[in-house]
């Protein structure tokens, strides 16, 4: 995409945002935890979009880690701040109990990047103890 234009201001910038993107971040907030959290030493693979059937419905989950049955969702303020959309997730964290996965949510308040991956990898070794 890119190749046409190597002297483009800003590009090396526009590469990197344009790789999130093919990564599957879908906003701001994604991009932050890829950049910043949910890579590098002691982070796991992450499958980012992962979709899920449950209930003869389909769900993207941000980030899954399907051997702890994990799915971490980043809540950004625009979409999640509406009360209807609260309910909507709530509704939807129910659904994926129900085939076992545990839902962790973080806010768009909640950039405290050491924070988060230590309360990430602490669910998940918490998860892969209870399984056996």
Sequence with gaps: MLVGVPKLAGRAELRRLLDRLAAGCHSALEIWGHDHVF????????QRQAPIRVGGRTFYLDLYAEAERLDIELDGAASHGDP???????????????????VVRFSHRRQETEAVRREVLAIMASRRAAAG
Excluded: K, N, S, Y
């Excluded at 890579?39 to 992450?46: A, E």
């Excluded at 309910?87 to 076992?100: C, P, S």
């Design 84 to 102: 209807r959309q609260r309910e909507i997730d709530l509704r939807r964290d129910a659904l994926l109990a129900t085939v076992g996965i545990l």
């Design 39 to 46: 890579t590098g030493p002691g982070m796991p693979r992450f």
